[in-house]
């Protein structure tokens, strides 16, 4: 006897699952079946169709009018972090830059010092309900960075809540070490700094998959993100990169060259670039949520990419000061508005090309899969990113168990 049935499913949503991300008019391919049926035994699918009754099980779920997707997948976060960064509102509002407000001593440094002042047990606390949110809003895999410490004790205070919160939630997350956030104040120079952190690559490797650096003007030059990229993969680890956010200094394409697995940010990404990710399955990690509330008028050029038959996925970027929501909703209804990407698009871009840009076994609903699904209350999969700002998720089905069952009882 099978464990679930879910029937009488509108839409079906079942993204195509490869070996490599999703590149250019692929991610415009999005299988989707009506009237569809989903069965889950022992917490993995066994199938996923067409409508069908030959199959029985303990429980039922009637999902008629409803949508069914795999569970979304959250590649790019500042999940764990102290304090939070409200104030610089204003100043955004005077028309204070993003660099100007970290050479006040704000921006990142601000948080870097609230990190530092948190006890293990508070940013657990800080951390576990913005997860929380985050897995009642569709999401079941999470990348999340450090960066906040700065140094070797708060790093890896950050990576091990990390840790403690997949543990705990037994979820599929990766871990990313991003001591190279930037330079704290009383560093010696960039270059000390960045040695610094390189000689911290072995002692963090037990506690993060990847490591990332923060490649732009004020920040890592090239060369010196380029030193810390080809440290990190002789300790064995998989390398990220912040790349190319305000200025074209060329992160992308160094992105490419050292083979990472995916580049983040790349709103200023050159024309070379761009046409680079042709050969190339680093996947370009879009944050249109961080320009939005940048308030920034130019938006990364995800169709330029998609043209170049590049790789893109689609993520929050939730950190305290330049994207303060865990809503990958709201992202994707901004990518449809800000990027130009069609619902077949944004839905690839958040479930299988997201999971190959950190590497973990989820974005589809194939026979064996995780039974890690979404019961959506929408028409259709073109619904959700249209209606915005509110959460969706009817239903969030973990393993074949619900995890989150969202509706409202008046």
């Given at each position: 006897m099978n464990d679930l049935i879910i029937q009488n499913i509108k839409q079906l949503i079942l993204p195509k699952t490869t070996d490599r991300p999703l590149k250019g008019k692929e991610l415009d391919d999005l299988n989707i079946i009506?009237?569809?049926t989903v069965v889950v035994q022992d917490g993995k699918i066994v199938y996923a169709g067409e409508h069908s009754e030959a199959c029985e099980a303990n429980e039922t779920i009637d999902a008629s009018g409803k949508v069914v997707s795999p569970a979304l997948v959250e590649a790019h976060t500042h999940l764990v972090h102290g304090g939070s960064r409200e104030h610089e509102m204003s100043l955004k509002r005077q028309g204070v830059s993003y660099l100007e407000i970290l050479e006040q001593g704000g921006g990142i440094l601000s948080t870097v010092e609230a990190t530092r002042q948190a006890t293990e047990d508070e940013l657990f606390e800080?951390?576990?309900?913005?997860?929380l949110t985050m897995l009642q809003h569709g999401v079941l895999a999470v990348e999340s960075k450090s960066g906040y410490g700065l140094d070797k004790e708060n790093e890896l205070k950050q990576l091990r809540v990390s840790n403690r919160l997949a543990?705990?939630?037994?979820?599929d997350m990766k871990h990313t070490f991003l001591g190279p956030h930037a330079?704290?104040?009383d560093a010696k120079s960039n270059q000390a700094f960045l040695q610094e952190m390189i000689d911290l690559l072995p002692e963090v490797k037990p506690y993060a998959d990847f490591a990332d650096i923060f490649c732009e003007t004020g920040v890592f030059t090239v060369e010196e993100s380029k030193a810390y990229m080809e440290a990190a993969k002789k300790q064995g680890f998989d390398i990220k990169i912040?790349?190319?956010?305000?200025?074209?200094?060329?992160?992308?394409e160094l992105a490419i060259d050292e083979n990472a697995i995916s580049a983040d940010h790349l709103v200023a990404s050159s024309e070379k670039g761009k046409q680079k990710l042709k050969d190339s399955d680093t996947v370009a990690v879009l944050l249109p949520g961080t320009t939005f509330y940048l308030d920034k008028e130019s938006y990364a050029?995800?169709?330029g990419m998609l043209d170049n038959d590049g790789a893109i996925a689609i993520a929050t970027d939730f950190n305290p000061g330049s994207c303060v929501t865990n809503n990958l909703q709201l992202v994707m209804s901004i990518a449809a508005l800000k990027l130009k990407l069609s619902p077949n698009e944004i839905w690839n871009a958040v479930t299988v090309n997201a999971a190959k840009a950190?590497?973990?076994d989820a974005g589809t609903i194939n026979k064996g899969d995780k039974a890690n699904i979404v019961i959506w209350d929408a028409?259709?999969?073109?619904?959700?990113?249209?209606h915005y700002g509110i959460n969706h998720a009817e239903r969030v089905i973990k393993d074949g168990k619900v995890l989150f069952d969202n509706r409202v009882n008046l």
């Open positions: 009506e009237n569809g800080k951390a576990e309900k913005n997860l543990k705990k939630y037994n979820l330079v704290p104040k912040h790349a190319d956010e305000i200025d074209p200094l060329g992160g992308l050029d995800a169709r950190i590497d973990v028409p259709n999969h073109e619904y959700i990113p249209y």
